[in-house]
């Protein structure tokens, strides 16, 4: 039920010498059959309007036309009666009808209470699990990364802070360097290419072939211009999107380059 308000639904007809007076004398008489309707049905409130209408239309509408003057003596006493009889009958309401106004008011106002307090809690959604891997907080959003992307961890090996063999992008212009512990891991020899072979044959365990974002698609894509291959490229472009940078170096993503096996 909306809000009820009689004084913008009894709002005052101004005169419009145009209009011939009978035109004005017959919407009097229709307000109160129609009046007389809803008294028949007990509804108090529209009732309450239409005899507050009939009441302005006659008192302030139709007595200032400039027709009014020349009208018939026994139409102007006949309309005069009619209004009297009409402004008693609107004492006797006023009671009632305030009471059911201010009702019908409390209860639209409280649904509308309610409808706001439902549109508030559907728009506080519950964070994505990407989200969720980027919280405001950096010093929070660097522990809760380490926390959450799996490594492949063995006892002999240290696990490095860059990516790992298998997910590297060699560059074939790059130049190669000897002679150091960086020399086996970064020399693309045919030795690596058959372990990176049997290795891919065989099968990596998930934490290293799936995406450390969704952890179900495979990673397929990589940062630039940091290089790692992290996540899948519908995660990939998604934290790129949001400026959120690499998960794992936190640099800023300027492309996302997808990247294929042979």
């Keep these: 039920m909306n809000p009820i308000n009689i004084r913008e639904a009894t709002k005052k007809m101004e005169v419009d010498h145009r209009i011939p007076l009978q035109y004005y004398y017959k919407i009097a008489d229709n307000l109160l059959k129609e009046a007389k309707t809803h008294r028949q049905e007990n509804n108090t409130i529209d009732l309450y309007i ?3 209408r009939y009441a302005g239309l006659v008192s302030e509408t139709i007595h200032f036309h400039r027709d009014y003057s020349t009208t018939n003596h ?13 402004l008693r009958e609107l004492e006797c309401l ?3 009808v305030e009471r059911e106004i201010n009702k019908a008011n409390r209860v639209h106002a409280l649904k509308e209470q309610i409808r706001l307090n439902a549109a508030s809690s ?38 490095p802070s860059t990516p790992p063999i298998e997910n590297l992008v060699i ?7 000897s002679g150091s512990a960086e020399s086996s891991f970064m020399d693309p020899s045919s030795s690596t290419t058959e372990n990176l072979s049997k290795r891919h044959d065989e099968g990596s365990s998930n934490a290293a072939s799936s995406c450390i974002i969704c952890y179900e698609a495979p990673i397929e894509g990589a940062c630039v211009p940091c290089g790692h291959m992290a996540g899948c490229m519908s995660s ?27």
């Design 74 to 86: 026994t139409e102007k006493i006949s309309y005069k009666k009619k209004l009297l009889d009409v």
């Design 50 to 52: 239409l005899l507050l």
């Design 94 to 96: 006023r009671p009632e």
């Design 171 to 177: 560059d074939d212009d790059a130049p190669l360097h």
């Design 122 to 159: 559907s728009r506080q959604t519950p964070r994505s699990r990407m989200a969720s891997l980027w919280p405001d907080n950096k010093q929070t959003r660097h522990s809760r990364l380490t926390l959450n992307i799996p490594r492949p961890v063995t006892p002999e090996v240290v696990v």
């Design 236 to 262: 990939l472009n998604e934290i790129k999107a949001k400026s959120w940078g690499c998960p794992v170096c936190r640099t800023k993503i300027e492309l996302v380059l997808r990247l294929y096996a042979v």
